[in-house]
């Protein structure tokens, strides 16, 4: 009896290490800007790219001089327009956000926000639901 009380608590325990490696297998990944340019670059159609970055659920937070040089560098006007949304639908959720570099992280020149760095689904525009 004892032996199949330890067999169990073992499968328990193993169980529960796998399912933590497939969340972390599975979290989402900030999607860069830099990535989003080389896939405009490669001519990935717009639909594709907009895929990834919503699914992401990755918040852009641009200064006007980015947001500008994106524009002007041939970014789809529906990502950036996106890429900005994904701000200030996560300001309107969460007001410290503007005020506040706490909960967002610097990338490639860029601050990132969002479920990739551990917000709450609901501060993230069109997040997919966990699984």
């Given at each position: 009896m004892r032996a199949l009380v330890l067999a169990t608590l073992v499968l328990i325990a193993a169980c529960a290490a796998r399912r933590e490696t497939l969340r972390a297998d599975t979290a989402p990944k900030?999607?860069?800007?830099?990535?989003?340019?080389?896939?405009?670059?490669?001519?990935?159609?717009?639909?594709?790219i907009f895929a990834l970055v919503q699914g992401s659920g990755t918040v852009y937070r641009l200064d006007p001089e980015q947001y500008s040089r994106l524009q002007s560098i041939g970014l789809p006007p529906a990502i950036v327009s996106y890429m900005q949304l994904t701000y200030d639908y996560a300001v309107r959720q969460q007001p410290a956000l503007a005020t506040s570099d706490d909960r967002w992280t610097?990338?490639?020149?860029?601050?990132?926000?969002?479920r990739p760095v551990g917000w709450p689904r609901e501060w993230v525009v069109d997040s997919p639901p966990p699984k």
């Open positions: 900030i999607v860069t800007v830099p990535q989003i340019q080389d896939m405009v670059d490669t001519g990935a159609p717009t639909r594709e610097r990338v490639d020149g860029y601050w990132y926000g969002g």
